[in-house]
């Protein structure tokens, strides 16, 4: 008995010890995510309630004023349409191609893509800058000397005015996005495609099932916290994206392609309205929030189902 005793309060201080050398490790990331995300956050949050130039040491508060005037901000319907048609086309694009490319670089037996090598191609435009990459679409959607419109009028098209028609810009920036976003996707997709077991498959196809089935009945159902991942932060990187699709379309044509990430620069940096600015942060954080976890609800739900 006494022994048992000893060796309980052996395991309890070696339990202690390792829970404290955990939060020595996990201390500096708590304190630089206080410093460089909590912090701000309540400063933005404080500032929305403000009528704070970004200047002035000097400001007032002014309640929710600044969040009842956010409806009354020029183009704001445009800007919220804009907003949501870029997140959500963003990642409905993104989610289905990437699955499409993780299904080919997945490919066994004859005619397997080398998988090494592609997936570098894939996720290459992920690793440059967004400024370099919008200007290179932007570059390449130029109307007079673009390399599209080139193609275009050499198969006998016409040229396409890319950046200065309304609905075509808002499809032109969305495909310059889901080109950078794809590969992290197909990472994700090819990292549980291959925990997927091929016994599985074997299984359903000496059952007789085709490889539709086989993809419907089992691909998918395995795939489904895959999804989820996916989904989720391709919508979130859709809704706080700023300088890839500005660099495409500068807002333009009209303001039916400025998202609401450039209005909170422009207000905080250009008109010196910091306040409004916050205000209009907050409600894009609530936004991505609501979202996000709707998203995650139903997503979760669908893999308990499987």
């Not at 005793?5 to 304190?31: C, D, E, H, W, Y």
């Not at 183009?75 to 804009?82: E, L």
């Not at 979130?236 to 450039?262: C, D, H, R, V, W």
Request: aromatic share 12%; hydrophobic share 50%; with cysteine.
């Amino acid at each position: 008995m006494k022994h048992t005793k000893q060796t309980t309060g052996k395991r309890n201080a070696l339990g202690r010890n390792q829970v404290r050398s955990g939060m020595v490790f996990i201390l500096p990331s708590l304190i630089l995510c206080a410093i460089f995300m909590l912090y701000p956050l309540f400063e933005v949050i404080r500032y929305s309630f403000t009528d704070w130039d970004g200047i002035a040491k000097e400001y007032d508060y002014v309640g929710l004023h600044n969040y009842l005037n956010i409806f009354k901000i020029d183009g704001f319907k445009d800007m919220m349409i804009a907003t949501v048609t870029f997140a959500i086309g963003t990642t409905i694009l993104t989610v289905f191609i990437a699955f499409i490319t993780a299904l080919a670089l997945d490919k066994r037996g004859k005619g397997r893509i080398n998988r090494g090598l592609m997936r570098s191609l894939w996720f290459l435009p992920a690793l440059l800058s967004g400024v370099v990459v919008g200007i290179l679409w932007r570059v390449m959607y130029n109307y007079n000397n673009g390399v599209i419109n080139k193609i275009i009028t050499g198969l006998g098209g016409e040229a396409v005015n890319w950046l200065e028609t309304r609905v075509v810009t808002n499809i032109a920036v969305i495909v310059g996005a889901t080109w950078v976003q794809i590969g992290f996707c197909v990472i994700v997709f090819m990292a549980g495609l291959q925990s997927i077991s091929q016994e599985l498959y074997e299984a359903a196809a000496l059952d007789g099932a085709k490889p539709r089935q086989q993809l419907w009945h089992i691909t998918f159902p395995m795939m489904a916290s895959s999804i989820t991942i996916n989904v989720i932060t391709t919508t979130i990187a859709g809704f706080k994206a700023y300088e890839l699709p500005y660099n495409i379309s500068q807002g333009l044509p009209g303001k039916s392609t400025m998202l609401m990430t450039q209005r909170i620069f422009f207000f905080g940096f250009q008109d010196y309205d910091y306040g409004l600015g916050s205000a209009l942060s907050v409600m894009l954080l609530i936004i991505i929030a609501l979202i996000s976890l709707i998203q995650l609800v139903y997503l979760r739900r669908r893999e308990d189902i499987y």
